[in-house]
Nanobody
Framework: QVQLVESGGGLVQAGESLKLSCAAS????????MAWYRQAPGKQRELVAD??????NYADSVKGRFTISRGNAKNTVYLQMNSLQPEDTAVYYC?????????WGQGTQVTVSS
């Protein structure tokens, strides 16, 4: 089992920045894939960014504004979010894949006011 705990969400104004953190605990060996998803009210959960073996992937809507990275201890993943816009408002979820299961955090709210 893997437990994920997110932090760093909050209320900001458009144009400002936030950094989300996700700490993994439990059976963290061989976690090769970590990602951030988000879900806005009335919308489906969508992939924001993922990182695996050093390679990163971003949704088109956040390219150039968001950066995903892993900590030196490999059990943490971060999402640096710059130039936030009201459409970035959502609950952000941390995700980790350790064969054969995906694991999810409880989510952290990000609200961007215009």
């Amino acid at each position: 089992q893997v437990q994920l705990v997110e932090s760093g969400g909050g209320l900001v104004q458009a144009g400002e920045s936030l950094k989300l953190s996700c700490a993994a605990s439990g059976s963290i060996d061989n976690i090769n894939f970590m990602a951030w998803y988000r879900q806005a009210p009335g919308k489906q959960r969508e992939l924001v960014a993922d990182i695996t073996s050093g390679s990163t992937n971003y949704a088109d809507s956040v390219k150039g504004r968001f950066t995903i990275s892993r900590g030196n201890a490999k059990n943490t993943v971060y999402l640096q979010m710059n130039s936030l816009q009201p459409e970035d408002t959502a609950v952000y979820y941390c995700n980790a894949y350790r064969w054969p299961s995906h694991y999810w955090g409880q989510g952290t709210q990000v609200t961007v006011s215009s």
